[in-house]
């Protein structure tokens, strides 16, 4: 078990807050993109770290801690979406953008469209499309732990993530895709790249299908926006939680431990 949650587990305060700020910006970018609305995604944040710090005794280790947290946090996201269906989506101003290293102003003015563009197509993704991406391409977490999160198997978590990589990609096909002829006859190569990612193509498929990508502008171009989409989605797992919401968030942390190390 990590240090850190052994002695935060053990009662050490400063472990507990050290635990809880370097799991808040992967709980409040989910919360974010989940429920679409800064507000709730500020109160998931407060909701699933006051869940960590009370529950914490009780992580035994049998899962990562990553698919523990993110399972709490699914769970406030749950209730708080409930009754959130007409409330608008969020604002692209909220996307993460990429941390300034400089790039050209073209590529600047590129990286700005796409993530705005990769913010509203999460959105218009369906719920179990735009979780399973979160998860596993922006989060980062193993299949293994996305499917325990989400309460799937494996290989019923990697078909899901699949189909919404696809469907991500054909929502942000308007720019990252040029108009080229469809082909005939061709595979899916998108998926096909979306299960080399995972690791569940053989040598020979892997081998053929970029073959034919060499051969084919419509499969290389399709392959080349899934490619942009998910690196797309890393740079959105660089925001971080807002100051005013950090420190909102540590008061209340805070004032639950100093109650529950007053309490009989």
């Known amino acids: 078990m990590d240090p850190v949650v052994a002695r935060a587990q053990a009662g050490d305060r400063a472990a507990l807050e050290e635990l ?14 989940m429920c679409k609305n800064p507000h709730d995604a500020d109160d998931i944040l407060q909701d699933t770290l006051l869940a960590v710090a009370q529950h ?20 406030a996201c749950t209730r708080r979406r409930r009754g959130l269906k007409n409330k608008p ?7 993460a953008e990429e941390p300034d290293t400089r790039p050209s102003p073209e590529a600047q003015a590129a990286q700005q469209e796409l993530t705005v563009a990769l913010g509203a197509a999460l959105d218009g993704l369906p719920d179990d499309y735009r979780e399973v991406i979160l998860l596993r391409d922006i989060e980062g977490l193993t299949a293994p732990e996305a499917a325990t999160v989400l309460g799937l198997s494996v290989d019923a ?24 002829a469809p082909a005939n006859g061709c595979p899916d ?35 080349d926006a899934l490619k942009s989409a998910l690196f797309a989605c890393r740079r959105v797992a660089a925001a971080p939680v807002p100051p005013e919401v950090q ?3 540590r008061a209340a942390v805070r004032a639950w431990a100093d109650g529950a190390a007053t309490a009989p």
């Open 20 to 33: 809880l700020a370097s799991v808040a910006p992967s709980i409040h970018r989910f919360g974010m993109r």
């Open 56 to 75: 914490l005794p009780e992580f035994e280790g049998r899962s990562s801690l990553s698919s523990w947290v993110f399972a709490l946090t699914r769970s």
């Open 89 to 95: 989506a969020l604002s692209d101003d909220h996307v």
């Open 157 to 180: 978590l990697k078909s899901r993530l699949h189909r919404a990589r696809e469907a991500l990609r054909v929502a942000l096909k308007p720019i990252l895709e040029p108009a080229l």
């Open 189 to 223: 190569v998108a998926m096909l790249w979306s299960r080399k990612l995972e690791g569940d193509l053989s040598q020979d498929d892997c081998a053929a299908m970029e073959k034919h990508i060499l051969g084919c502008p419509t499969c290389g171009a399709a392959c």
């Open 247 to 249: 420190a909102r968030v």
